[in-house]
């Protein structure tokens, strides 16, 4: 089973910076493509940065995904925050045709 944990989300002031991390298991950590979604109310979720070199255009230079083998968890580490990052993001894990996510955790960025 995989089992994905957010963890880091809460409230922060615009130019702030947070850390959310997704604590896994060794065999998800190891054999999945990982990475970071969010879905802001009202609007799809999208995409904003899987594996080690992929992130979407509005985070580009912001945000930078990372990993911990040591703890089988991966960091999306956000700087520069805007109001328009508020968001409940979630983690995936993927490979082939399967796909899991984690529950979430709520950014809010304040202006």
């Known amino acids: 089973q995989v089992q994905l944990v957010e963890s880091g989300g809460g409230l922060v002031q615009a130019g702030g910076s947070l850390t959310l991390s997704c604590a896994t298991s060794?065999?998800?950590?190891?054999?999945?493509?990982m990475g970071w979604y969010r879905q802001a109310p009202g609007k799809e979720r999208e995409v904003v940065a899987t594996g080690t070199t992929f992130y979407a255009d509005s985070v580009k230079g912001r945000f930078f995904i990372s990993r911990d083998g040591a703890k089988n968890t991966v960091y999306l580490q956000m700087y520069s925050l805007k109001p328009e990052d508020t968001a409940i993001y979630y983690c995936?894990?993927?490979?082939?045709?399967?796909?899991?996510w984690g529950q979430g955790t709520q950014v809010t960025v304040s202006s």
């Open positions: 060794e065999r998800t950590f190891s054999s999945y493509n």
């Open positions: 995936n894990a993927a490979r082939g045709g399967d796909s899991y």
